[in-house]
């Protein structure tokens, strides 16, 4: 039986908030490809429209992806439908499947 020691196995403190200075930029990055591809399925580029629309759906998934991780990091679903505009409930509903 191997047993751990624990000198050898720091405790990190898990911070709840970790702020990142560039989301903001990245978001907007992100709105602006967006936009512009939608500029250009408007200029006659019928074939883009099926990836534009598919954009929803990996945007949805980046969603759930995003909420879990911060269900991980150790945010409530109060904290998180806060953020959104909506109910701990509504959120627990949309992308739960823990326990609140």
Request: hydrophobic share 40%; glycine share 10%.
């Amino acid at each position: 039986m191997s047993t751990v020691k624990a000198s050898l196995t720091p405790s990190v403190p898990r911070q709840k908030r970790r702020d990142v200075v560039e989301n903001d930029a990245f978001a907007g990055f992100a709105r602006r490809i967006i936009r512009a591809h939608g500029r250009r399925v408007a200029t006659g580029d019928v074939e883009a429209l099926r990836d534009l629309v598919s954009l929803s759906s990996v945007i949805d998934e980046a969603i759930g992806e995003a909420v879990i991780g911060l269900r991980a990091f150790g945010y409530s679903w109060a904290e998180i439908g806060s953020r959104l505009g909506i109910s701990r409930q509504a959120a627990q509903q949309r992308w739960g499947g823990d326990k609140p």
